[in-house]
Nanobody, 128 residues
Framework: QVQLVESGGGSVQAGESLRLSCAVSGFGYNTNCVAWFRQAPGKEREGVAARDTGLSLSYYADAVKGRFTIAHNNAKDTGYLQMNSLKPEDTAMYYC?????????????????????WGQGTQVTVSS
């Protein structure tokens, strides 16, 4: 059974950093697309970043380019989202999700419906 468990969320001031982690179990981690999504109250879930863990290709939403970095450690079966220069508009519940590698491409990576497995989420709150 596939399991994804996020950690690392918290409350910070604008301009500070956080690193989220996603512990993955139950599938071949290095053959999948692992992504981070976020959802703020009253808003739709949106893609933040995704990474093809086999090809080491990454994709980012325009809103986070240059501030967030997605990474993975195959040996630990763990993905990461390093978030720097956080802004109040980054406040949301952040979710880790996994999909077949084929979905790690510019057309599909940010579509929540393509992801079959999700973590429980971790809250990120950024105050001004």
């Amino acid at each position: 059974q596939v399991q994804l468990v996020e950690s690392g969320g918290g409350s910070v001031q604008a301009g500070e950093s956080l690193r989220l982690s996603c512990a993955v179990s139950g599938f071949g981690y290095n053959t999948n697309c692992v992504a981070w999504f976020r959802q703020a109250p009253g808003k739709e879930r949106e893609g933040v970043a995704a990474r093809d863990t086999g090809l080491s290709l990454s994709y980012y939403a325009d809103a986070v380019k240059g501030r967030f970095t997605i990474a993975h450690n195959n040996a630990k079966d763990t993905g990461y989202l390093q978030m720097n220069s956080l802004k109040p508009e980054d406040t949301a519940m952040y979710y880790c999700a996994a999909a077949p590698r084929a979905y790690c491409n510019p057309s599909y990576w940010s579509s929540p419906g393509e992801y079959t497995d999700w973590g429980q989420g971790t809250q990120v709150t950024v105050s001004s």
